[in-house]
């Protein structure tokens, strides 16, 4: 399949009508106080001090949907409320869905190049409307809580993402951290060989990610990698630069919105170009907007700490990182940098890096097309996940989930642990034992399902019971899981509870398939002083399905060929707490590190031809 391609047409200003971008800014100006509607979006949006009377802009709000950044950043600028923030998310991201329908409808229309050479001469309104689209959409790493994600979900169904087109799909898919390693194990396979650790610094307009990956295997022109730590954020990038230089300018004693004009400006060359060697001077001049002749200098050291202020966050986030991997796995080391997003692409933060890091041994590489380098790796991810059933990282799975049964007691391997007898079919069973589902560091697929059958007994006469079944977790190596919920030397803890049940119906027609086979009691058993007389019962074979997911694990109880129940067990948590779906229980508290888990998965259909991923 042909290399992702971006949409670099977008709707401009006049006098730059022709020029092509990869990305589009995240800006809005809204009518009045922004209650009227939105007057223009990104590129078309005016520049910062030049916004006329009666209008407002809105930018830098990607993060603030995050109640905790929210109350940090926004809320203390302003008088705005979340509410606000969703609508800003919702405005703009319906404008963005009608560019890009818009973007294909009108490129159908003129027959134009790119068309023909991925959709073939023939390819026209009928086939678009027919062809299948999936709307591919990463979160930032810090974003820890589920339901900030979930509150992104409902608000991108809104603005027209999949929710409401036929053949068209909406997938959260990896976070921004994982993306971008996987666009650097797509284009830089060249440079590693197997056994290579590499770190991926991703370092955008307002997160820096910082993931570890151990290269696995090269297979053609793709890396197949292995992570060694969870990826980990912080809300440091290139608009923290921005704001600390504007801050510098109010000190000096300039008005505030002169000071945000000028960070938006003119520093923005400096910016991109400080660290190359033609354009470093020793002092930067910078003409005063609505001040003739106003000139404001500053020296090269006053830039140099601005962004030093940010570069020794993201040392030190990269520093807990390599740390880790020294601790956990002593004989790995990390052989090549890789820096990517837009503050990755400085030249001055790469002299930096190079300065702090490199060494004849590690080197320090920028990624192609750094700026994009999310977007491009949650598409290549797509693509081999289509052509080879797995992702070019495969979760981390870092701890173990099972589920709580009743087996037949064997005097041997139950020794000591409570019994009950079954009241149905009159054996013996040993109460709370752990079949595990998933083990810690098991090579688990995103996109096909762990899958483990079990079974069950049921009264034909009394077939109305609900089903519970209780989901735990641990922490300990694969070899040393506990196994049962109450092994005094475990860690075993329920994370959530999945109910589901049956009626006659589906027992009935369980029969016919063969998954439900009538048996009948060895002998009559007293049970609770109650002589119960031989009789025939059912046994109800069923499937618990295991769906490794970007943020979750998904838990799916399955009868015959159809879904009675799920839970949901989410991992991104900052609190070392679990949550399953609306609607079902949950309890206890996960160990350190279970929670801290990042996997990815989506339940996927077959290829077709007329596939397109956006993000």
Partial sequence: ???????????????????????????????????????????????????????????????????AIFERYTRAHSDQSLDDVRGWFKDFLTALHGHIVNHFENG?????????????????????????????????TTWKQPSVIEDFRRIVEKAGFGKSEENRSLTIGPTEAVAAAVYTAKVAAHQYTAGDAILVCDAG??????????????????????????????????????????????????????AYAMAKGKFQDIKLRFGQPMSDLDDYSLSVPGLD?????????EIEEIFDDQLNRIFSLIDDRLEYVRLKEPLE?????????GLGSSKYVKLRMKSRYGTSERKILTSEKPEVAVCRGLVADRVHRFNHRRSIVPPLCEASYGILVNERFSGRAHIGQHSIQDPISGKMLAMD????????????????????????????????????HEIVTSGFGKDHLPKTKSDGDGDARMVCEIESSLDSHAIALGMKSGVVVEKRAAKSFQFNSLFIPRKAYLEINYEIRVWVRQMDIQFEVWFDGRELGRGVVWL?????????????????????????????GENTGSWERNNLWFH
């Fill in 205 to 258: 307009g307002g997160t820096t990610d910082v993931s570890i990956l151990k290269v696995i295997s090269i297979k053609g022109e793709v890396a197949e990698l292995r992570q060694l730590t969870q990826p980990r954020g912080t809300d440091v990038g290139s608009v923290n630069i921005d704001r600390a230089f504007e801050e510098k300018l109010i000190r000096k004693g300039l008005p505030k919105d002169t």
């Fill in 1 to 67: 399949m042909p290399h992702p391609v971006h949409i670099q047409k977008w709707p401009l200003p006049r006098e730059i009508r022709n020029d092509l971008h990869d990305k589009v800014p995240t800006v809005l100006t809204y009518r009045g106080a922004g209650l009227v509607g939105i007057s223009s979006w990104g590129f078309v949006c005016p520049k910062p001090g030049n916004v006329p009377a009666g209008m407002s802009r809105r930018e830098l709000f990607k993060l603030s949907l995050d109640p």
């Fill in 108 to 140: 159908l229309k003129t027959k134009e190049g790119w068309i023909k050479q991925y959709f073939g001469e023939d390819f026209g309104r009928n086939e678009w409307k027919r062809c299948k689209v999936e709307y591919i959409f990463s979160v930032p």
């Fill in 333 to 341: 080391r990390v052989s090549h940098i890789i820096l990517s997003g």
């Fill in 572 to 600: 991104k948590l900052t609190d070392d707490q679990t949550h399953c779906e609306d609607g079902q229980n949950w309890s206890g508290s996960v160990p350190n590190g279970i929670a801290e888990m990042a996997a990815q």
């Fill in 293 to 301: 002749r106003g000139v404001i200098i500053l020296p090269r050291k």
């Fill in 433 to 468: 034992q752990i079949r595990w589902l998933i083990r810690k560091g098991d090579d688990v697929s995103t996109d096909e399902p762990v899958k483990h059958t079990f079974s069950r007994t049921a009264d034909p006469e009394n077939l109305d019971n609900v089903w519970r």
